[in-house]
Structures are given as structure tokens and as C-alpha cells.
């Protein structure tokens, strides 16, 4: 497994840096022969940003004084991975680049969308985003956690017995994304918890606005409020509404 103290220490400063204030956009896996691998939350993506422990596994002609990387999309003209050797300093600087590049990419409006899901998404996860410090660091406390299974535990059982309201295929896409946070509860930040169960609101808002007006509401009833009474920091406009 993966453990910072096999990282060196250049290293571990350079990158930390950059990874920390950028999880709402990537996550790290574990994978052999790498220091970190990156890959984007969106799992549709296969962008990846990896650093190696040992390059000469991956380049013929590495200089051991370098750090081997590899990276997609190579740049903002070729969609296809790169592999290169560089400092530590030159890796950071790659880093950098990469995530801008990433997070235009994912900014960019395009055909490609679900233009309309992504604004009713946008759109509630503003209103239900965690304003604390460490909100896109860290994951729900333990007793937090509790409370989101059992609130997700009761949306998935609100969409299934929503009738014909939703379809089924629409039904099944719902309950599987919402298994799917369950799963990765315990390694997810608070941040990206919210913004997967707004996108799930979104979804439904676009199939059925009569059903998601009605789990919205209750999501203010069931999750947030009990999440504020354990210490959770909403902005003051959804506080507002709770009132």
C-alpha cells in the first residue's frame, strides 16, 4: 500500500500542494510502482497524471537523478498520454499544468453534455455546499457517515416507489449511482459526497420535477439539519430556507 513516508520528501511537499486544494477534481489510486496516481472523480474520465518509483521500469534511457511521469491528455492539442522524466521542480510545474487543463476541460460547455442535468446539479450543490475549511480535504466524521447511509438508504427507497413518475431504466441509473456513494462513503470528501447526491437531485429534477421538489425538501429535513446539529457548516442562504 501506499504510504507517504515511501515518498520523498521533495516530492511529497510539491505535489501535496497541489493535490490538496484540487480533490474536488481528482483522486488518488493505488497502484504499483507509483508514487501517486491520479485519476479524475469523474468516472467516466481515463485522464491520469502518475509518477513512478522506479522510472527505468518505464524509460530505457533514464537518468536516476529524474523522477519518470507519465500523464492524459498530453496537452490542450493531443488527448493521448505522455511519458517523460524530469526533477522535481519539472513535475510540479507538469502538475500544475495538467490540473488547469483538466479543470478546463471539465468547465468547457459542449454538445457532449447533459447540459441540463449539470445545471439543476450545479444548482442544488450550491445550495447544499459544505463551507468549512476542510470540506474538500477530509471525509464525514464516523457518526456523520451514519446519518448520509441512512438518508440515502431512504432516497433510494423514495425512487423506487415513485410509481411511474420515473421510468425504469431512469430508477435503476438512480439507485446504482446512490449504492455507489454508500460504497465510497468512507473514502469520499465531504464536498464530493454533496456533490454526487446533488447531481443524483439534478438527475431527477430533469425526469421528474414533482418527485425531486418533494426528496429535496426532505433532504432538508432528514440530512442537513441533523448534519448541522453535529457541526456541519452550510452557507447562510440554505439556513435560511431550513428556517
Do not use: C
Amino acid at each position: 500500500m501506499n504510504n507517504k513516508k515511501d515518498v520523498p520528501l521533495n516530492l511529497l511537499k510539491a505535489i501535496e500542494e497541489v493535490a490538496q486544494k484540487n480533490l474536488d477534481l481528482i483522486k488518488v489510486k493505488l497502484e504499483d510502482n507509483t508514487n501517486y496516481s491520479f485519476l479524475e472523480n469523474d468516472d467516466t474520465s481515463k485522464n491520469f497524471f502518475k509518477i513512478f518509483v522506479n522510472g527505468a521500469k518505464r524509460i530505457g534511457n533514464f537518468d536516476p537523478k529524474n523522477l519518470a511521469y507519465e500523464h492524459k491528455p498530453a496537452n490542450d492539442t493531443r488527448v493521448t498520454a505522455i511519458l517523460s522524466q524530469g526533477s522535481f521542480e519539472d513535475i510540479k510545474t507538469k502538475f500544475e499544468a495538467w490540473i488547469k487543463l483538466i479543470r478546463e476541460i471539465h468547465e468547457t460547455p459542449s454538445i457532449y453534455d447533459d447540459n441540463f442535468t449539470k445545471y439543476y446539479s450545479d444548482y442544488y450543490f450550491n445550495e447544499f455546499q459544505i463551507f468549512e475549511e476542510d470540506a474538500n480535504i477530509f471525509p464525514f466524521a464516523p457518526h456523520q457517515q451514519i446519518i448520509i447511509e441512512k438518508y440515502l438508504l431512504s432516497l433510494s427507497e423514495a425512487i423506487n416507489n415513485s410509481g411511474e413518475s420515473i421510468d425504469d431504466i431512469s430508477k435503476s441509473e438512480l439507485v446504482a449511482e446512490i449504492s455507489e456513494i454508500k460504497r465510497l462513503l468512507t473514502v469520499t470528501t465531504k464536498n464530493q459526497v454533496m456533490k454526487k447526491i446533488t447531481t443524483i437531485f439534478g438527475k431527477l429534477f430533469k425526469v421528474s420535477k414533482p418527485i425531486a421538489q418533494e426528496i429535496i425538501k426532505e433532504a432538508g429535513k432528514q440530512l442537513v439539519k441533523k448534519l448541522i446539529e453535529l457541526g456541519i457548516n452550510y452557507g447562510p442562504t440554505l439556513l435560511e430556507n431550513l428556517k
